[in-house]
T-cell receptor, first 114, second 114 residues
Framework: AQSVTQPDIHITVSEGASLELRCNYS??????LFWYVQSPGQGLQLLLK??????LVQGIKGFEAEFKRSQSSFNLRKPSVHWSDAAEYFC????????????FGTGTQLKVEL | DGGITQSPKYLFRKEGQNVTLSCEQN?????MYWYRQDPGQGLRLIYY???????QKGDIAEGYSVSREKKESFPLTVTSAQKNPTAFYLC?????????????FGSGTRLTVV
């Protein structure tokens, strides 16, 4: 079955520290991959997406993600976290050419210590 | 500006009542989706529609109903058959093709049973 796994439920980092949020997928072929961010009580905002090509993808708010086929991973990174980055982050995937229904991970709650 | 509008932002339901959540988009997207979000469970798909007058059940459709009479609108009815309706509900839409692939989300409706 197709699935997306975010192994970390909660992560706490200090402001100014680097961040890496993990995401692993299980699909027959390389899926389309996405990262979304959700502030409390709000909808989800797209940070970045990967379809093919360059495995390092740049997104909004200074985030980037690296696709690693050998590890079935699509980890989200930021070199220096700001207090405003505290939110919940969701990884998602969709089968290429197989319709546009996304499968979401269960999310990682990021807390930023000042 | 184009986007998705969900209303109301907060909704209270008495036991045994049906309630309808509104979702309208002006993005000219073909596909629309309803998700339920509960703490620690990520996003679970309730219903989705890829074309007007057609929709499919998602993973947790029991106790819910939808209609798709217009491309712009995809209302969700939470019926009295839904035993635990208190949750945060998110509507999303997507284009089916190309670089627009990926969802645009509304800001959500929080439903509480009183």
């Amino acid at each position: 079955a197709q699935s997306v796994t975010q192994p970390d439920i909660h992560i706490t980092v200090s402001e100014g520290a680097s961040l890496e949020l993990r995401c692993n997928y299980s699909y027959g072929a390389t899926p389309y991959l996405f990262w979304y961010v959700q502030s409390p009580g709000q909808g989800l905002q797209l940070l970045l997406k990967y379809f093919s090509g360059d495995t390092l993808v740049q997104g909004i708010k200074g985030f980037e993600a690296e696709f690693k086929r050998s590890q079935s991973s699509f980890n989200l990174r930021k070199p220096s976290v700001h207090w405003s980055d505290a939110a919940e982050y969701f990884c998602a995937a969709a089968p290429p050419g197989g319709g546009n229904k996304l499968t979401f991970g269960t999310g990682t709650q990021l807390k930023v210590e000042l | 500006d184009g986007g998705i509008t969900q209303s109301p932002k907060y909704l209270f339901r008495k036991e045994g009542q049906n309630v309808t959540l509104s979702c309208e988009q002006n993005l000219n997207h073909d596909a629309m989706y309803w998700y339920r979000q509960d703490p620690g469970q990520g996003l679970r798909l309730i219903y989705y529609s890829q074309i007007v007058n057609d929709f499919q059940k998602g993973d947790i459709a029991e106790g819910y109903s939808v209609s798709r009479e217009k491309k712009e609108s995809f209302p969700l009815t939470v019926t009295s058959a839904q035993k635990n309706p208190t949750a945060f509900y998110l509507c999303a839409s997507s284009s089916r093709t190309g670089s627009n692939y990926g969802y645009t989300f509304g800001s959500g409706t929080r439903l509480t049973v009183v």
